[in-house]
């Protein structure tokens, strides 16, 4: 029988949780045995009295969950005591932040441990299913919007009143990826005015779709993958140009650019704020990776002319439920690659695990 586990999730303001007691029933209706440590989804508001329900063992010991587990599921990556306490030759699956956490990841070669970080899953239409940097952008989108409505001095939508009419708030959203485009979805439901802006040619269509107006760029600058590639020195003087005249006439901009495993594309310069007018509002939901703007601070909520900058962290921790729900659904999918009637069956040949797989085992991390 193949045993998944969970763990407390330990790192400092992370509230989800890698399973809910609604998926954890479908595996173990297949014969999986799902072993939970104590706790795991309080921050979530999942009590272990629902995970029991759903027929998992509750443990009251990380240590316990980790020696005896095949699978381990989690959000944030383990901690060193963690990976070395995790039994050899199993498998994670979960962020890994790959790029700065090179101790525990060779302590997972070391041990035989196979790791696929959820961060290389491809941006694919086949791999939608499991694509949790989306599920969680889609948060994260929504999020944004919420709290520049609560920083920002003015009220979102236009109102009509026997007191005057409220001109309704214009909302700039930079970056129209799956957080972007629910941040401008959120944002006109609130009654703003919307406006997008993208170097990424498809992302017009997706703009307006969500009724934002597209502000068409004199850089187009299509990646790989999805993704923006980066700028060359002059396109970054023709975009800066560009924007810094939309960017003054918002009394939110929201930006939202990151490129997994980099630092995030410094967009908004220290001028371009300074043409801002005060009480204007900028959300910065790329602070996790350096920020999309020069004045963040990550995890912090700076004012500089008047403007307030905000560079809120781990910002789908922040909705804890619905971001675990989301989180859950594609880590049970992704199992569904993995266990096969019922055994582990490793098929690299799947473009999925292929381009997610991050540590084979023997091989030393780099």
Known sequence: ???????????????????????????????????????????????????????ARVLNDAKEVLS???????????????????????????????????EYLNVFSERGITAFALEKIPRTTKAQFVDVL????????????????????????MLTTAAGTLKPAKVLVIGVGVAGL?????????????????????????????????????????????YARE??????????????????????VITTAQVPGKRAPLIITKDMVEKM??????VDIAADNGGNCELTKPGEVVEYN?????????????VPRPASEMFSKNMANFLELIIKDGQIKLDFGEEILEKSLLIKPGVKNE
């Not at 901690?79 to 090179?102: C, D, H, M, Q, V």
């Not at 989306?134 to 939508?157: C, E, M």
């Open 68 to 102: 005896n587990v095949d699978i381990l599921i989690k959000v944030q990556p383990p901690s060193l005591e963690e990976a070395k306490a995790l039994k050899e030759g199993a498998i994670y699956i979960g962020f890994t932040r790959y790029w700065e956490n090179p």
């Open 306 to 318: 008047g403007v307030k900058i905000a560079g809120p962290l781990n910002v789908p921790s922040s």
């Open 182 to 226: 629910q941040a401008l979805a959120t944002a006109k439901r609130l009654g703003a005015l919307t406006f997008a802006y993208d170097i990424r040619p498809a992302a017009k269509h997706d703009a307006q779709s969500v009724g934002a107006k597209f502000l068409e760029s004199p850089v187009w600058a299509e990646g790989v993958g999805g």
């Open 134 to 157: 989306s599920s969680q952008a889609t948060i994260a989108g929504y999020k944004a919007v919420i709290l520049a409505a609560d920083l920002s001095p003015h009220l979102f939508p």
């Open 1 to 55: 029988m193949v045993r998944v586990g969970i763990i407390k999730e330990r790192r400092e303001n992370e509230r989800r949780v890698s399973l809910v007691p609604a998926d954890i029933k479908k595996l173990v209706s297949k014969g999986i045995e799902v072993l939970v440590e104590r706790g795991s989804g309080e921050g979530a508001y999942f009590l272990d009295g629902e995970y029991e329900e759903a027929g």
């Open 277 to 282: 007018k005060p009480g204007s509002v900028i």
């Open 231 to 252: 700028l060359t020195e002059e396109e970054r003087r023709i975009q800066h140009e560009f924007l810094a005249k939309h960017i003054g006439n918002s009394d939110v």
